[in-house]
């Protein structure tokens, strides 16, 4: 996550078809990744980046996504569960054999008309959408410190129940 990344002084340089950069999140060191596949093979370098780095999934791991059944800009946090048809998931979970992680959904919301539901996800968001999704990314960058200082427990009150993305 790049915005992520940037808060935290870290440059991301190319690595296991990933754009890579080590760093520090709540006195904790992470290593920030950005796949440089396909979406629909992203497990492709989160599969790679988890062997070169020694990372164990279930523990280590979070991914961070896009999520069509939340409005833009709401943020979830979750762990493990399925990939709701979500390919990138799938790509994630067929390639660690395992959909155990965790996961920061960052809504983007349905088209409101009978657009194409491709076509909504990989054009850029407009407007009151595109405003909404900047702050969702934030709220996503904040969910991982909370995630990372907090525990999974007090993250996901946080971030689930009072609801981060609305400031509070």
């Known amino acids: 996550m790049t915005s992520l990344a940037r808060r935290c002084g870290v440059v991301l340089t190319p690595a296991h078809r990933a754009l890579v950069g080590r760093g520090n999140l709540a006195r904790t060191p992470v290593i920030f990744a950005l796949p440089q596949t396909f979406m629909n093979d992203s497990g492709v370098a989160v599969a790679a980046l988890v062997r070169a780095y020694g990372i164990a999934p279930a523990d280590q ?34 390639h660690l054999k395992s959909l ?36 969702g990314i934030e709220t996503a960058a904040s ?15 946080a971030v689930n129940a009072r609801g981060l993305e609305r400031g509070a």
């Open 61 to 94: 791991l979070i991914v961070v996504h896009d999520e069509l059944d939340l409005g833009p800009g709401v943020v979830r946090l979750k762990y493990g569960g399925g990939s709701a048809g979500h390919n990138g998931l799938r790509s994630v979970g067929a």
């Open 100 to 135: 155990e992680f965790w996961r920061v959904r960052v809504g983007i919301g349905r088209p409101l008309e009978r657009r194409d539901v491709v076509a909504w996800v990989l054009d850029e968001p407009r407007g009151v959408d595109r405003e909404a999704f900047g702050r």
């Open 143 to 157: 969910a991982i410190e909370e995630l990372l200082d907090r525990g999974a427990q007090r993250a996901m009150t």
